[in-house]
Antibody, heavy 118, light 110 residues
Framework: QVRLKESGPGLVTPSQTLSLTCTVA??????????WSWIRQHPGTGLEWIGY???????YYNPSLKSRVTISLDTSKKQISLKLISVTVADTAVYYC??????????WGQGTLVTVSS | QSALTQPPSASGSPGQSVTISCTGT?????????VSWYQQHPGKAPKLMIY???RRPSGVPDRFSGSKSGNTASLTVSGLQAEDEADYYC??????????FGTGTKVTVL
């Protein structure tokens, strides 16, 4: 079973860059046919898909965030990274990474809360 | 892309059934077989309960079932149990490698 764990700063200053890492255990990030995703949940509200990266490195982003988001994959470290530039308070959320063998999210990390505040 | 529409709340007594709807468009729910449902307990990560409209992952009780008609998908929980009280989110592939979630439904077991 794939296990995922997010890590990164819990506090980011407005206009700066949010950087998170997702470390994978129990699976290979270089295996074909799989997607590695980032999803966020604003406090008390619903889920928002941020984007995903295919095992080959091809990325797909939510159109509403595309200009600010970069997702990358380091297969040697079994890590998936998320960078979100020019953050505002509206980017305060719990950020999850997830494993997708198809168009659904089978395994999720525990999530990490990122607060954007000065 | 807009979020899929779900009712804010639903409820039922233990042993009863509850059905949650998830309404989208022909560009997402109606256009693909890739509708999924997620259960989220407070402070926890979401858990996949249904995928590809009707399929259940290993370990999910058969009390949970999914269906779709046109642009609306549904999740039915039969034989409600106390542990089913949670938030439920639908999700759908929306074409062009995009994905959209529903607004979420809080299920209360009375």
């Amino acid at each position: 079973q794939v296990r995922l764990k997010e890590s990164g700063p819990g506090l980011v200053t407005p206009s700066q860059t949010l950087s998170l890492t997702c470390t994978v255990a129990g699976g290979s990030t270089s295996s074909g046919g799989y997607y590695w995703s980032w999803i966020r949940q604003h406090p008390g509200t619903g889920l928002e898909w941020i984007g995903y990266i295919y095992y080959s490195g091809t990325t797909y982003y939510n159109p509403s965030l595309k200009s600010r988001v970069t997702i990358s994959l380091d297969t040697s470290k079994k890590q998936i990274s998320l960078k979100l530039i020019s953050v505002t308070v509206a980017d305060t959320a719990v950020y999850y990474c997830a494993f997708s063998p198809g168009y659904n999210f089978d395994y999720w990390g525990q999530g990490t809360l990122v607060t954007v505040s000065s | 892309q807009s979020a899929l529409t779900q009712p804010p709340s639903a409820s039922g007594s233990p042993g009863q059934s509850v059905t949650i709807s998830c309404t989208g468009t022909s560009s997402d729910v109606g256009g693909y077989k890739y509708v999924s449902w997620y259960q989220q307990h407070p402070g926890k990560a979401p858990k996949l309960m249904i995928y590809e409209v009707t399929r259940r992952p290993s370990g999910v009780p058969d009390r949970f079932s999914g269906s779709k008609s046109g642009n609306t998908a549904s999740l039915t929980v039969s034989g409600l149990q106390a542990e089913d009280e949670a938030d439920y989110y639908c999700g759908s592939y929306a074409g062009s490698n995009n994905f959209v979630f529903g607004t979420g439904t809080k299920v209360t077991v009375l």
